[in-house]
């Protein structure tokens, strides 16, 4: 490797770093012998060398190995804080840390953590009802599943329910997809699929669920609709349409029951309202 190659590699490696000349030089060298070494106008010296190595985090060999060597060597100087951000569920950061890598870093190991952080991003933009952008999410969740051994039938059969769920959030047709007992994972909770499942079949036995959670509310709540106690349903699905915790695939099959039971009570105004806000979610589910 001649000088021009290793500086251009000393300042690709800092600008990934986000790095200021002033910041890689420090109290060792100075800004002007930095920048003759980063255009290849210089060679530093065993102690700047072993200097620019410690300030950029990389392995001395680092500056001197070839293309597959270099991915290793990155994965090396970001594996510790990749670990860290992976244990402690920031996806985001996960993601921000993979993006300093060339293709050449990207391992089973490092493509598997890139699989569940593209995951978790996607579950947060659904929940934030950014439908698109979940979309965007799963698919690098599958690409990098693709590329990892780590990943089992479990996470990607947990990538395609997330997206029949963001493909159903604006409808209140129950897919057999969302009923699948073989989704259940520890990515898709069993009360999930039963709630699904009740959903299609009101006659069908329901699940014991917990008492209060936004499922036992909502299937009450359709209960009562069909029985004797309509303006009680119609209440307790009004309440729920205005809870702000309420998960994003339950939202418009609130509205649309509440629509539905306002419409039966001759409640023009509040069906109309209901009407609205739906037509608000799907806009606002487009972004």
């Not at 991003?121 to 009802?129: H, I, V």
């Amino acid at each position: 490797m001649n000088e021009r190659e290793f500086g251009a590699r000393v300042r690709e490696l800092r600008q990934k770093r986000g790095m200021t000349q002033k910041d890689l030089a420090g109290e060792r060298i100075t800004r002007n012998m930095l920048s003759l070494i980063e255009s290849g106008n210089a060679s530093p010296s065993v102690g700047t060398l072993l200097w620019l190595a410690e300030r950029l985090d990389v392995p001395v060999g680092y500056f001197f190995s070839d293309a597959e060597q270099e991915g290793r060597y990155l994965k090396l100087s970001v594996i510790g804080r990749l670990k860290e951000a992976y244990r402690e569920g920031d996806a985001a950061l996960c993601a921000q840390i993979c993006a300093e890598l060339p293709p050449s870093s990207i391992d089973d190991e490092v493509a598997y953590i890139l699989a569940e952080a593209h995951y978790l991003l996607a579950r947060e933009q659904a929940s934030g009802f950014r439908i698109r952008s979940a979309g965007r999410e799963l698919d690098e969740a599958q690409r990098y599943a693709a590329q990892s051994v780590y990943a089992r039938e479990d996470f990607t059969a947990a990538v395609r329910y997330l997206r029949e769920l963001c493909e159903a959030a604006a409808t209140s047709s129950v897919s057999p997809a969302l009923c699948d007992p073989s989704a259940v994972s520890v990515y898709v909770p069993y009360l999930t699929v039963a709630y699904f499942r009740s959903l299609a079949d009101p006659n069908a036995p329901h699940e014991e669920f917990v008492r209060g959670s936004h499922y036992e509310r909502h299937l009450n709540a359709r209960g009562l609709l069909r029985g004797e106690r309509q303006n009680e349903g119609i209440k307790k699905l009004r309440e729920l349409s205005l809870d702000a915790s309420l998960p994003f695939y339950m939202q418009y099959r609130v509205l649309c029951d509440l629509e539905d039971g306002a419409n039966m009570a001759g409640d023009l105004r509040l069906a109309y309202s209901s009407s609205r806000r739906k037509i608000e979610l799907i806009d606002k589910m487009k972004f």
